[in-house]
């Protein structure tokens, strides 16, 4: 009987029992990188639905995050639950042995490339990269249908790009393949694009009339600018860099069972209604963004996990073929 009860597996906590134990721990600590409103808005909404546990965020950075995550991990100070951060980060950390294998029931209605076959992370929520143009001064006409037509006389001097954008250099390189897309690159170097720090104000920019297009501002940046009147359309340019943000369970989280109640939420269909909510465009498949079209026809190139381990020779590829620093 003893033998017997051994080979019998043992069933799963129910909702309920999984409940229990996360209000019996009272606190889940959420670690994040998007901006504080964003943080707090999907807390408080996980508070609202489980109101015997108190969710307490800390928002930083993604290079100011990591540093926190690691100097705390030599302290022995084991104080965040669940992460979300960006692609280059969460691989890091996976590396690392810091995140805690997770399979979520909500995992199910999320693509591959938005999680991961370990179960270590899943992603919340997709920024997509594309170009963005002022209508005013690009024609129908004249708006390119490929990368290649970037390279045109008209747009010398006339696109912005973000200053450090490496993760979205490595992945159409290589989604290019290496050759063909340094070449790329050193072509649209050529081309004397204006670099600038920041998404939001190359859209920004764009808007104003300071240069033609953008070629790594997200299309959400854009879209958020059209109800205003702003100048401003985007198309998407294959290859289309999709800059997840990966999610995950400490693997010395103090608060365990909130911690995958919590993450439970978030992938759940009403927490990504919150992230929809917060103009952010959902992973989860049933759950479109506003406006639906920002993931139309969308063929998202994620960054290949294996760059990762050489990603310093492709910064400083970046800043040697666009002469920054």
Not at 172 to 182: D, I, P, S, T
Not at 255 to 279: C, M, T, W, Y
């Amino acid at each position: 009987m003893i033998l017997l009860a051994l080979l019998i597996p043992l069933s799963p906590l129910s909702a309920s029992e999984h409940q229990a134990k996360a209000e019996g721990e009272g606190k889940v600590v959420f670690y994040a990188t998007m901006n504080n409103a964003d943080v707090k808005a999907l807390s408080d909404a996980f508070k609202q639905a489980y109101p015997k546990i108190d969710a307490e965020f800390y928002r930083s950075t993604d290079s100011s995050m990591m540093e926190r995550i690691l100097t705390e991990a030599r302290a022995g100070r084991n104080l965040w639950d669940v992460l979300c951060t960006t692609s280059f980060y969460g691989h890091a950390l996976k590396k690392r042995g810091m995140f805690a294998s997770y399979d979520s029931p909500e995992r199910k209605y999320y693509r591959e490339g938005y999680k991961d076959p370990q179960a270590s992370w899943t992603s919340l929520y997709t920024n997509y990269a594309v170009l963005g143009y002022n209508t005013r001064l690009v024609a129908k006409a004249n708006v390119p249908n490929s990368h290649a037509d970037l390279l045109k006389p008209e747009w010398k001097g006339q696109l912005g790009i973000e200053g450090r954008p490496y993760e979205w250099f490595v992945t159409v390189v290589r989604a290019m393949g290496e050759e063909k897309g340094l070449s790329f690159m050193r072509s649209l170097a050529q081309q004397q694009p204006q670099l600038r720090t920041g998404r939001t104000l190359l859209a920004q920019l764009v808007a104003a009339g300071e240069f033609k297009g953008s070629l790594t501002a997200y299309s959400q940046n854009f879209e958020n600018l059209i109800p205003s009147g702003a100048p401003v359309e985007w198309v998407a340019l294959e290859p289309v860099f999709a800059n997840i943000h990966p999610t995950a369970l400490s693997a010395k989280a103090p608060h365990p069972n909130a911690g995958r109640l919590f993450i439970d939420f978030l992938l759940s269909k009403k927490g990504q209604e919150v992230v929809r909510a917060l103009r952010r465009i959902p992973d989860r498949i049933d759950t479109l963004p506003d406006p639906p079209r920002l993931v139309a026809g969308i063929k998202p190139a994620f960054a290949p996990p294996e760059v990762f381990d050489d990603f310093d020779r492709y910064v400083k590829l970046f800043h040697e073929i666009f002469k920054s620093r």
